[in-house]
């Protein structure tokens, strides 16, 4: 595997390792406030990538189909949803400051179990958009570059330190040692250039539906943002911090794309 698709899979996974250390280094509880931000910055930076750095380029690998381009962005983004739905009600998890268990057989595993798994799952969609973008630069498709998928890349990289501070800093909260805290929020991440790896390997079969992939990524991510982030930013007293955090994501993530792609 060439050394430069390396970077593009491994970044947004030491972004995660790098907001896990913070456990080690920050003192006290995460307040409201600053996981509101952090939250909110991921749900902008998710929005925007979901948008310029997957249905887009959807759009532009389907010219060929002329008016009917959106096709498959539209079929792509609901498949995107409608696997996130399903696995949003099968699989154990339990969401930060949330005591109440999601998907089957959630008493089987224990609350830090659950809410590595909801990062966990969260961030599937993000590894499988880091590796369908690396497969579509690979292919040789003029709509996705080198400096667009390492945008993406970076952009994933940097929405992924606040995660990884996100799920550990709780857990240190919770009376977990710092280095056990740190240790699952790294594997939370994990799962990211896993799935990465494994579409870059599909490649060679899905070449010819990497529009459909693009869009599924994106239905995966923006389902992730509308479930989870927004009312995670959104929650208790009022603020609109989380909003504003939003806005610096999405814009930050927007920059990234058109200025390095």
Sequence with gaps: MKSEVLLVILMPFVGTVIGSAGVFFLKGKMGDKLQRSLTGFAAGVMVAASVWSLIIPAMNQSEHMGKFAFVPALIGVWLGFMAMLFLDSFVPHMHINSQCPEGKNCNSLGKSAMMVMAVALHNLPEGMAVGVVAASWLSGNESVTFAAAVAFSIGIAIQNMPEGAIISMPLKSN?????????????????????????????????P?????????????????VEELIPEMSQGKHSNIGTVFFAVGFTLMMVLDVALG
């Design 209 to 225: 539906v990497l529009p459909y992939l693009l869009s599924f990524a994106a239905g995966a991510m923006l389902y992730v943002v």
């Design 175 to 207: 009376g977990m040692k710092k280095g056990k805290a740190f240790g699952y929020g790294v594997i939370s991440g994990a799962v990211e250039p896993l799935g990465a790896i494994i579409t870059i390997l599909l490649s060679a079969f899905v070449v």
